[in-house]
């Protein structure tokens, strides 16, 4: 079974330029989670899909940020447009459905924006 | 003050060594998991647990839910084992709040 995969691995912008990132989840989970990790910090939250829909998006720091999840399947995230601070590491992870369901982590996409 | 505490930041030993990391958090939780990271990046679940104690080949965690601690013990340590350990609980939202993580490098 395909685990969780995060598309790229590593991506390197300039400042206002735009990047999507996409996470394909385990088939079948309908839990889909996105967080990040920037330089020095703790991971932090940014939101939660249940299927396709925003189950929380208390996490998002700004509208700068989009998350997709159409069908429900692999979920999109859009930075536009991409700032120094934006830099850092996101990580994808699903789960079955259920709130206490076991997660599953991507390899994250290294973002960098110079 | 964070949420979610961890101890050691960083932590060496040599090989075969009894290994413990703790965890203190001061919200409420669902639920609390160890996590593994690798310098490859990718996070790996360990454990999530909301009581007692589990326990998968050398790795134990125990969990205290009137104390608000948890610990993850590693026995009979191996370089393998090197790897960045990360606490994070579920909060009341089912929200992931994470520690700082504990770096374990492990001398053969």
């Known amino acids: 079974e395909a685990g969780v995969t995060q598309f790229p691995s590593h991506s390197v912008i300039e400042k206002g330029q735009t990047v999507t990132l996409r996470c394909d989840p385990i088939?079948?989970?309908?839990?889909l989670y996105w967080y990040r990790r920037v330089m020095g910090k703790e991971i932090k939250f940014l939101l939660h899909f249940v299927k396709e829909s925003k189950q929380d998006e208390s996490g998002m720091p700004n509208n700068r940020f989009l998350a997709e999840r159409t069908g429900g399947t692999y979920s999109t995230l859009k930075v536009q447009p991409a700032e120094l601070e934006d830099s850092g590491v996101y990580f994808c992870a699903s789960s079955k459905a259920g709130m206490n369901t076991e997660a599953f982590f991507g390899q994250g996409t290294r973002l960098t924006v110079v | 003050k964070n949420e979610v505490e961890q101890s050691p930041q960083n932590l060496t030993a040599q090989e075969g060594e009894f290994i413990t990391i703790n965890c203190s958090y001061s919200v409420g939780i669902s639920a609390l998991h160890w996590l593994q990271q690798h310098p490859g990046g990718g996070i790996v679940s360990l454990f999530m647990?909301?009581?007692?104690?589990k326990k998968h080949g050398r790795l134990i965690a125990t969990i205290n839910i009137q104390e608000k601690h948890s610990s993850l013990h590693i026995t009979a340590s191996h370089p393998r084992d090197s790897a960045v350990y990360i606490c994070a609980v579920k909060n009341s939202n089912y929200q992931l709040i994470w520690g700082a993580g504990t770096k374990l490098i492990i001398k053969p």
């Open positions: 088939s079948g989970h309908d839990n």
């Open positions: 647990l909301s009581s007692g104690k």
